[in-house]
């Protein structure tokens, strides 16, 4: 794995612009579609150490109350007792626009290894004077391993909820003025 030199205007560190930022996971449900959520409380720092990041359990986005409590029950997140959802990778491997990011997601307690992979944009200066990057990243992770092992048979066979998760961010971050 490499450090993030062949951009070296990526070195220092940079903070997630939360507002032009994304995360979230999509299962399939039912074995005909897939159930999307996303995390609105998020934070996250990148340097040439690697990808920080911290979701606050309760700011999961959903659509629908019955079902966020749901998920907010010891059956899922157990937001109670574990508030925040975690991500930290080594240094980024990056090749022109393509990147990989081997790192360890921590839900409930529970760690997983997960690679993310996906595009490189940037950086960039916006009209305010500021540095941007931008990375798609996409994986996948088995929810089972993570704790969130509820699930109910179906009657005519197979399961409510697939076993693989598929997560996808759209990350935007801001040299921190320092770097800038």
């Known amino acids: ?92 491997s990056i090749a022109g626009s393509t990147v990989t990011v081997d790192g360890t997601l921590v839900v409930k307690g529970n760690r997983e290894p997960v690679t993310l992979t996906g595009s490189v944009s940037g950086p960039v200066a916006d009209p305010w004077g500021n540095r941007k990057l931008a990375f798609e990243l996409a994986g996948s992770v088995n929810r089972t391993g993570l704790g969130l092992e509820w699930n109910a048979p179906l009657p005519d066979g197979g399961s409510m909820l697939a076993d693989d998760v598929a997560l996808k961010a759209t990350l935007v971050f801001v040299a921190a003025p320092e770097e800038a």
Do not use: C, K
């Open 1 to 92: 794995m490499s450090t993030i030199t062949e951009a070296p205007s990526i070195q220092g560190t940079w903070n997630l612009d939360t507002t032009h930022s994304t995360i979230g996971f999509s299962v399939v449900y039912m074995g005909v579609a897939p159930f999307t959520a996303s995390f609105t409380g998020v934070s996250a720092t990148l340097d040439d150490a690697g990808l920080r990041g911290v979701a606050q359990a309760d700011s999961i986005d959903v659509g629908d109350e019955n079902l966020t409590a749901h998920l907010a029950a010891p059956d899922f997140f157990d937001i109670a007792n574990h508030p925040e959802l975690s991500f930290e990778s080594g240094p980024l």
